[in-house]
């Protein structure tokens, strides 16, 4: 201070003004050294050591902070007024090692400067790792003056509050993101007509998943995130079944586009194609309403017959089609792996199954044929057309044999455990949408039978759940989805963390995780005849 004073008066000879200056300048001293320094607690995982995100404590008198995605959470020094203070602590699928009189709560002296350190225990597998979208994601880090995780500069990108449900693809060297309805911070309205980044991919030794994404937004002139797909027309547009694929030698990127009235209403869907000038998605081809086949969901890209297929779906791959431009923009090439008729369409009263002379459901890949959703399956065990062990997809508790319902997720192929895995949402679960399991199976087809869940989220939503297989490394698999208080009872929404996209790690050799094909033999199964292709 005393080399700023020296600096600053250099030149000032009026004795007024040099008065003056010293008087602000000591003034301004003065006042920093009475400012409350930050106390802060460090949530930690008690099996990896690292900083838990999203650990909520309470006090007494219903003050809440909630920890960023280091674990921290920083307070100023006589924010309570009070030299002792107890907090009770929660935190999705974890807990205290130790209650404090039967309560999971802790008791600390806020002193500047301090820190305690308090670590938790996992109940859930998988790790939460940090939050991905969204502002403030080290907030209170950057309080006290700590560097954000590697790869992140701690600063607000696109000026994104929140974002709902991710499709992501690798496309010219670079990972490209897109996600659906964004908060933006300048007003009431977001953006409903997609939003988009970059980031790096992983390098050598570098597994950026492990610390942070960098996310780089496309944005408009004003800095905050812009639509990549403006199609025409009422309503929001939603993507789904990201392609990225090689043609004359040059890398496109397609995907499959919806402009909604709500959740359950369509207005427009197609399929739209990445322009790189314009950098925005452009119409290319509009399907009718009542096609039954398309890219919906996650997508996945597999070698079959010396030709490349994308795979599509909700939960499970159930639809694809050539990666071929001329088969892509074409509905009629679109195929469902289902056990209806070839060219049929599902009716309630009288399904048509298709069945060889031996009385077997043929389940096989057919072009223009609807699908056999969850919701048909449950009609058809209920109405006595087909047996609950013939349902292909049939999802079971391998610890109690309990039936799962599940809600989207993503396959991806695994090297670690040389198996195709699952990574999926539940419904009716704990929560009505708070469940993540994991299944496996010998073909992205199944049968899938045995899962193990390893999330939950206590009252609150953790949906459209998306795995990053560029990001696998080694026994570690990487998971996320958006954690929200939709449909979740919950009136209480967390701050920063709601309507987000929040990281996990899965440990593939947790002793907790056993091979679950090992299970499948359990579950008995009617004899199928199928035609994966």
């Not at 995605?69 to 130790?98: C, K, N, P, T, W």
């Not at 709560?105 to 670590?119: F, L, M, N, Q, S």
């Not at 990225?244 to 399929?271: A, C, W």
């Not at 929404?493 to 899965?506: E, G, K, V």
């Amino acid at each position: 201070m005393a080399k700023f004073i020296h600096l600053a008066m250099i030149g000032l000879k009026h004795t007024v003004f040099r008065l003056v200056l010293i008087w602000l300048i000591l003034l301004l001293t003065a006042c920093a050294s009475f400012q409350p320094g930050y106390f802060k607690i460090y949530f930690i995982d008690d099996q990896t050591g690292r900083g838990i995100p999203l650990v909520e404590i309470k006090s007494t008198n219903s003050v809440s902070y909630v920890s960023d995605s280091a674990g921290l959470i920083a307070m100023r020094a006589g924010d309570l007024d009070a030299e002792s203070l107890y907090f009770s602590v929660y935190s999705h699928g974890y807990e205290l090692q130790e209650e404090l009189s039967g309560f999971q709560g802790i008791r600390v002296k806020p002193t500047a400067g301090e820190i305690e350190v308090v670590p938790l225990r996992r109940i859930n597998i998988a790790e939460r790792l940090y939050r991905v979208t969204g502002e403030g994601i080290y907030h209170d880090s950057r309080l006290v003056g700590l560097a954000p995780a590697l790869g992140h500069s701690g600063e607000l990108s696109g000026g994104v509050f929140g974002q709902d449900s991710v499709v992501n693809a690798i496309y010219k060297g670079q990972l490209y993101w897109f996600w659906g309805d964004t908060r933006r911070a300048d007003g009431p309205l977001g953006n409903f007509e997609v939003s988009g980044a970059v980031s790096r991919l992983p390098q050598a030794g570098n597994n950026i998943a492990d610390d942070s994404i960098q996310l780089t937004y496309f944005v408009d002139s004003d800095g905050n995130a812009r639509g990549m797909c403006p199609i025409e027309g009422a309503g929001p547009v939603w993507i789904s079944g990201l392609m990225v694929f090689e043609e004359d030698g040059q890398e496109q990127m397609f995907t499959y586009y919806s402009r909604v009235e709500n959740v359950e209403t369509k207005l427009e869907q197609g399929i739209a194609v990445w322009n790189d000038e314009r950098e925005i998605f452009e119409k290319r081809v509009e399907f009718p309403l009542n096609t039954p086949l398309y890219p919906r969901g996650q997508t996945l890209k597999i070698r079959h017959a010396d030709q490349d297929w994308f795979y599509f779906g909700r939960t499970f791959p159930d639809v694809r089609v050539r990666a071929a431009k001329e088969h892509i923009l074409d509905s009629k090439r679109y195929e469902a792996f289902t056990c209806l008729k070839a060219g049929s369409r599902w009716r309630d009263d009288t399904p048509p199954l298709e069945r060889n002379q031996r009385g077997q459901l043929v389940c096989s890949w057919k072009a223009d044929t609807d699908l056999i959703t969850e919701k048909r399956w449950r009609t058809l065990i209920e109405k006595g057309l087909v047996k609950p062990e013939e349902q292909r997809w049939r999802l079971v508790d391998s610890k109690t044999g309990d039936q799962i319902t599940p809600h989207n997720g993503s396959v991806a192929w695994n090297q670690h455990r040389n198996r195709w895995i699952l990574i999926f949402g539940q419904l009716f679960g704990r929560s009505l949408l708070g469940e993540v399991w994991y299944a496996e199976a010998l073909s992205p087809v199944g049968p899938w039978s045995a899962a193990r869940k390893i999330v939950t989220h206590n009252s609150y939503s953790f949906y459209n759940v998306k795995q990053h297989p560029y990001f696998a490394n080694g026994r570690y698999l990487y998971f996320e989805g958006t954690y929200s208080s939709w449909l979740s009872g919950n009136n209480e929404s967390t701050p920063r963390y709601d309507y987000n996209q929040i990281m996990y790690r899965l440990d593939l050799n947790d002793p907790r995780l056993p091979r679950l094909l090992q299970s499948n033999s359990q579950v008995e199964r009617a004899p199928l005849v199928t035609e994966e292709g």
